[in-house]
């Protein structure tokens, strides 16, 4: 379909679209052309990605002066799927352009005018073709417009070296790599040719100096390997060096958010790149895990070996190259940017800037009136820093000494005060403190150390050193927080350090402040109004959508009670009691029962899925649900959960189905969708809140009070009901889909909880589906499942799927609509009407 859209012609790769699609992408284009930033909100299964990207590529197509399109996603699969998306918009538009330039050319102006109303069928297209995905072969280049569309990830997702591939460790791929690329072992090559193992894809790349191109074309990971094979080129720095050609960049969140990755890979995006957050319900946590650290005993103790090995590594090169150290303390002298560690000055004017396969620590968050200053004296020779990191780290060990021990107990500081009983005890400046992280990776390079996984523990200190000094000063923003015993294990003893951000909007403000336009999406933002409080940015467009359908494909229905009339509630008093326990239990069995295929089951916490596991195998229940369906356990263990899932689809695929039993706020609840016949229901056993006496979550609430005037209830209640949201949105991808929503705790029922609920699931919340029992429940879930087994009608399904021709009305009625608000906003009023005349769309 292609079609107008307030004056801005778009390509949809489909014949028709829902009317929230057509919605968000108006409510999108408003944002660009407002050059603002947006939060809106899209039902899940309703085609959000393909939105985003047909609606922004048209309109850099039509606007070559807007920047670069960055989609940021969560996780690999979602962005190959991103990636196998745009290749279905770019191929749709270079048909139609090709279309348009073959009518031009050979056809009548009545042909041209015909063509103009019509389109070919994106469907049967895309079925001949595919996306265009790889080199393009179309001499116009990928979407008839010499496209550049690229994805960026971890060296383990790209090498394509054979022996760093068997590595399956991301840290040791990295090591692997290093270990081949770095300057000075390529330079010992060179003087003494197969004397050490180099990399030749980086060498083959490395050849091709600054001349190096990459043809236009839309290239996933698959895509990048492949190519870079066939090239002799490192797919991995390749794409790093062509960033600044691509118009369409996929990668992680915290390529834009981590200051220590973001420097390095997106420093020279353009002002007018258009940055886009896709599933950005957490993004508030996030932003605050890319600026705290965790330092725990055992770290500290490994840290203290890394100092050792620095101190003989620095004598030994006294001894043998002094005249590199005296390069480097030459160097600090003159500041970070002139040195090469942070990447402000253009390459020109900084020719000590390190080539990208030194770059292995990137630099911390500096302020920006200290990233030009000399590196302070006292950290400035190499003996010196080691000392100096040796007493923070024995400092560090002190205070957790202190805290395990019979007098100890759980310490919270601000960062100023942390500073100032350090320089109690050790005499050791603030100032000397912000330079830490780059400072260390000044001196690692320094020593040629190629591998830096025996470093990571002294990075954590010298990162938690330049935060805590850089943030220090005004409104505490960080909290220091340190406890007796940081471990998940019962009984085991690990004291813990934490340096933990308080403020989200430390790490995307600097977004907001930079780029254009900055689109904040998910299924489930709601309440949509505290977003721009966390974040502290003014949207210009904040949307939230409902889900047209043609028939209540989702049915939303909350248990309160058991069979015998017991209230069911994942309360901390409730938990343990037998009846709650068994009315679970009952009421699981019953689903089992009732639903073929598959059904999901959230708990609260592995600890309380675990103990629901050992009492319902105690009671027998557990044994009954196994004969009704096969049973799976999510596990902290990413390999046992993904062998898991596996079989579990499978044995949903065999007929008999099966129950998943998972935990809210772990690896099945972001990103797994369970559509069709493997999700028929998801039932939340429980509220899914947060920790309430965790010591970081307290000092973050006490921030949010003070600070944005948030209430501890409200925050709680809105983090809890995003990650429900979450996790029952999982159940349906499309139209046809259908599913069933349990909410099993009779907390539900409060307004403070079902008013946070998305506004596409409470459209589907009914009152007679509210407050019942698990008897009237599965009375509904059967006359539920009898409604939706029931062959679809076409013909309302066809009602919910805009025409061209509706989409013209739409537009038509569209701008009469913005010509009376003209009117209004001129003379105050229009004749003979009132505002209750207006509908808001």
């Known amino acids: 379909m292609r079609f107008n859209l307030d004056g801005l012609d778009v390509f949809f790769p489909f014949d028709r679209l829902y009317k929230e699609q057509y919605m968000y992408m108006r409510s999108l284009k408003?944002?660009?052309?407002?050059?603002?930033?947006?939060?809106?909100?899209?039902?899940?299964?309703?085609?959000?990605?393909?939105?985003?990207?047909?609606?922004?590529?048209?309109?850099?197509?039509?606007?070559?002066?807007?920047?670069?399109?960055?989609?940021?996603t969560r996780t690999v699969p979602e962005m190959d799927s991103v990636m196998e998306e745009l290749g279905v918009v770019l191929a749709f538009r270079e048909e139609c352009l090709s279309s348009d330039a073959t009518t031009a050319s050979s056809a009548s102006a009545s042909a041209s005018a015909s063509a103009s109303t019509s389109s070919p069928n994106p469907s049967q297209k895309k079925q001949k073709r595919g996306p265009l995905l790889g080199e393009s072969t179309n001499p116009n280049g990928a979407g008839n417009s010499n496209v550049l569309g690229l994805c960026l990830s971890s060296r383990r997702n790209m090498c394509i070296h054979n022996k760093v591939m068997e590595e399956s460790d991301r840290e040791l791929v990295d090591n692997a790599c290093r270990q081949m690329t770095a300057s000075w072992v390529r330079a010992a090559n060179e003087k003494k040719p197969n004397s050490v193992p180099t990399c030749e894809y980086y060498e083959g790349f490395s050849s091709e100096g600054t001349d190096i191109t990459m043809p236009s074309g839309i290239y996933d990971l698959d895509s990048l390997r492949s190519w870079g094979k066939k090239k002799g080129w490192c797919p991995y720095y390749l794409t790093r060096r062509a960033i600044n050609h691509a118009n369409v960049l996929v990668f992680n969140y915290q390529y834009m958010l981590d200051p220590k990755v973001a420097k390095m890979v997106s420093k020279e995006l353009e002002q007018e790149s258009i940055i886009v957050f896709d599933e950005a319900h957490n993004l508030d946590n996030i932003c605050i895990e890319a600026l705290s650290v965790e330092i725990n005993a055992v770290g500290l103790d490994?840290?203290?070996?890394?100092?050792?090995?620095?101190?003989?590594?620095?004598?030994?090169?006294?001894?043998?190259?002094?005249?590199?150290?005296?390069?480097?303390?030459?160097?600090?002298?003159?500041?970070?940017?002139?040195?090469?560690?942070?990447?402000?000055?253009?390459?020109?004017?900084?020719?000590?800037?390190?080539?990208?396969?030194?770059?292995?620590?990137?630099?911390?968050?500096?302020?920006?009136?200290?990233?030009?200053?000399?590196?302070?004296?006292?950290?400035?020779?190499?003996?010196?820093?080691?000392?100096?990191?040796?007493?923070?780290?024995e400092h560090l060990k002190n205070r957790l000494r202190v805290v395990a021990s019979n007098d100890g107990g759980v310490v919270s500081e601000s960062p100023m005060r942390f500073l100032h009983h350090l320089k109690l005890q050790?005499?050791?400046?603030?100032?000397?403190?912000?330079?830490?992280?780059?400072?260390?990776?000044?001196?690692?390079?320094?020593?040629?150390?190629?591998?830096?996984?025996?470093?990571?523990?002294?990075?954590?200190?010298?990162?938690?050193?330049?935060?805590?000094?850089?943030?220090?000063?005004?409104?505490a923003k960080f909290a220091v927080i340190l406890e007796p015993n940081g471990s998940a294990i019962p009984g085991a003893l690990e004291p813990r350090l934490q340096l933990a951000c308080l403020d989200a909007s430390l790490a995307i403000e600097p977004l907001f402040k930079r780029f254009s336009s900055v689109v904040i999406t998910s299924g489930t933002l709601s309440p949509i109004d505290l977003y721009p409080k966390l974040l502290k940015f003014e949207p210009k467009v904040s949307e939230s959508f409902s889900m047209s359908t043609f028939r209540p494909c989702i049915r939303p229905i909350i248990v309160s009670r058991g069979s015998d009339q017991t209230q069911?509630?994942?309360?901390?008093?409730d938990r343990d009691d037998a009846n709650v326990t068994r009315n679970y239990g009952l009421l699981m069995e019953e689903l089992c029962s009732t639903i073929p295929d598959g059904i999901v089951a959230f708990f609260t916490?592995?600890?309380?899925?675990?103990?629901?596991?050992?009492?319902?195998?105690?009671?027998?229940?557990?044994?009954?649900?196994?004969?009704?369906?096969?049973?799976?356990?999510?596990?902290k263990d990413v390999m046992e959960t993904s062998l898991a899932l596996t079989n579990f689809r499978k044995a949903c695929d065999c007929g008999k189905g099966a129950v998943f039993l998972s935990v809210a706020r772990g690896k099945v609840s972001e990103g797994i969708n369970f559509d069709r016949h493997y999700g028929r229901a998801v039932v939340l056993?429980?509220?899914?809140?947060?920790?309430?006496?965790?010591?970081?979550?307290?000092?973050?609430?006490?921030?949010?009070?003070?600070?944005?005037?948030?209430?501890?209830?409200?925050?709680?209640?809105?983090?809890?009901?995003r990650q429900a949201s979450q996790c029952v949105g999982r159940v349906i991808r499309s139209k046809t889909d259908y599913g069933l929503m349990i909410f099993a705790d009779a907390r539900y029922n409060r307004s403070d909880k079902k008013n946070k609920l998305p506004k596409w699931i409470k459209q589907f919340l009914h009152e007679h589906y509210m407050n019942l029992s698990s008897d009237q429940a599965i009375t509904h879930v059967r006359n539920f499942l009898r409604e939706m087994s029931q062959p679809i009608d076409q013909v309302k399904l066809q009602q919910v799927f805009f025409t061209i021709k509706a989409i013209e009305e739409m537009e038509k009625k569209m701008q009469e609509e913005k010509l009376l608000q003209g009117q209004i906003g001129e003379a105050g009023h229009i004749p003979g009407g009132n505002g209750d005349d207006f509908v808001d769309i």
């Open 30 to 72: 408003r944002t660009l052309d407002a050059s603002g930033h947006c939060l809106l909100e899209m039902p899940t299964g309703t085609g959000k990605t393909v939105c985003l990207l047909s609606l922004i590529t048209s309109y850099q197509y039509a606007h070559p002066e807007r920047g670069k399109l960055v989609y940021c």
């Open 568 to 573: 069911i509630s994942t309360r901390y008093q």
């Open 426 to 475: 050790t005499s050791l400046e603030a100032k000397p403190l912000k330079f830490c992280y780059s400072r260390l990776s000044s001196l690692l390079r320094t020593l040629q150390v190629s591998n830096l996984d025996e470093f990571n523990y002294l990075s954590d200190v010298a990162d938690f050193a330049t935060l805590l000094s850089t943030y220090s000063e005004g409104v």
């Open 302 to 393: 490994k840290a203290s070996k890394s100092i050792s090995r620095l101190s003989r590594e620095v004598a030994k090169m006294k001894a043998t190259d002094a005249n590199r150290l005296r390069e480097e303390y030459n160097s600090l002298v003159n500041g970070l940017v002139e040195q090469g560690l942070l990447p402000n000055a253009p390459a020109a004017q900084n020719p000590q800037n390190p080539p990208a396969s030194d770059q292995a620590m990137g630099s911390a968050v500096l302020s920006s009136d200290v990233i030009n200053e000399a590196i302070p004296g006292n950290i400035r020779r190499a003996e010196h820093f080691v000392g100096f990191m040796k007493k923070l780290v």
């Open 685 to 721: 056993f429980g509220v899914p809140f947060q920790y309430t006496k965790s010591h970081v979550l307290i000092a973050r609430l006490e921030y949010l009070q003070t600070h944005f005037q948030i209430k501890e209830a409200d925050f709680l209640n809105f983090d809890a009901l």
């Open 605 to 635: 916490s592995y600890s309380y899925l675990e103990n629901i596991i050992v009492d319902w195998d105690r009671m027998g229940i557990l044994s009954s649900i196994a004969k009704k369906k096969l049973i799976f356990i999510e596990t």
